[in-house]
């Protein structure tokens, strides 16, 4: 049963159960809910890069952080449209949209937001974006316009998200997805780890996203991306213990939802993202870039799925839809 009131104290216990046992019930749990053969194929552009107003501590986009990440101006949709069609003939059939926004505004360049959100629908495949905050009537032009999915991450538990971000509140974060939400709009939300966070802050932030009253369609997990220049550069890389520890959780307490192995999959070997599979993951970004920073390219994914016996998941597949 998917369910929807889990406790602290047994999102603790599922987390710190032992590895290889966490492991077993996930990849249970992944097998009765989803096609293990599937993995669902992502891939992100970002169409309007860096100079953002947040102070998000891991963010090369930031303005105030010196990351060496140009500023780009909104790209052009005949670009964007072609690089989406790029990712369609690779396998893809999720395309995702990122602007380095701290909010949509309802100006020209949202317009301009918009026509592409149609002709990537046009193309035929899920389009999401991921733009920063909106408001309910933004989401609705979005949903309008043929958006399948929305990304917003609540990136960590409430308690530390005033440690890792200050320019904007963790309410804002949630408002915008219930947002998302009523307009009609599949959320995609999830997290970070090695932002500094304790074993708790992510407890805590899984509770908050399996107590929503439907879960996240789709629950991406990053690993920190160290970027030179933003206030996080000097963490330890995250231990690929712990991304395993986290997805299998996040499957568990989500096993309907799509749990994506997003960041971090650049500095993982093949033996390590198979065993993310293993636990539970079902989903990843593709492509030369996530948005600034390397990603796996389109052959080495492509060799990946060869070798693993994995096959791209199709496009508007509803039957997860239905368990949540
Ligand atoms: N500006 C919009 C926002 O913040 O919602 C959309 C783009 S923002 C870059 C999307 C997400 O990327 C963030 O919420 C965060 O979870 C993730 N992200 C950004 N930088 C990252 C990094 N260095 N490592 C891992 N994840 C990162
Ligand atoms: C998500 O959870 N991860 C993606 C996507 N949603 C937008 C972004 C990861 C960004 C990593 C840093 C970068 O490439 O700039
Ligand atoms: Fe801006 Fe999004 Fe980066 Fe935060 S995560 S600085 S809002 S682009």
Known sequence: MIRHDWTLEEIKDIYNTPLLELMYRAA???????????????????IKTG?????????P????????V?????????????????????????????AAWREVRDNRDFDRVIDMVKGVNEIGMEVCCTLGMLTESQAKRLADAGLFSYNHNLDTSDEYYGEIIT?????????????????????????????????EDRITMLRTLSTMPAHPDSVPINALTRVKGTPLEHLPK??????????????????????????????MSLSEQAMCFMAGANSIFTGEKLLTTKNPS???????????????????????????
């Open 238 to 267: 995250v231990e690929f213990w712990d991304m395993v520890r986290m997805i299998a959780t996040t499957r568990i307490l989500m096993p309907g939802a799509m749990v994506r192995l997003s960041a971090g999959r650049a500095e």
């Open 51 to 59: 100079g953002c107003s947040e102070d998000c501590a891991y963010c």
């Open 70 to 98: 140009d500023v780009q101006a909104l790209m052009k949709k005949d670009e964007v449209l072609a690089y989406a069609q790029k990712a369609k003939d690779a396998g893809s059939t999720r395309f995702c949209m990122g």
């Open 298 to 324: 389109f052959e080495e994914d492509h060799m990946m799925f060869e070798l693993l016996g994995l096959k791209p998941r199709e496009a508007f597949k509803e039957e997860h839809v239905h368990v949540h």
């Open 61 to 68: 986009q930031a303005a105030r952080y010196n990351t060496g």
């Open 28 to 46: 249970t749990l992944h097998r009765e809910y989803q096609d293990t053969a599937e993995v669902q194929v992502c891939t992100l552009l970002s």
């Open 167 to 199: 320019t904007r509140t963790y309410d804002d974060r949630l408002k915008t997805i219930d947002n998302v939400r009523k307009a009609g709009v599949t959320v995609c939300c999830g997290g970070i780890i090695g932002l500094g966070e304790t074993h």
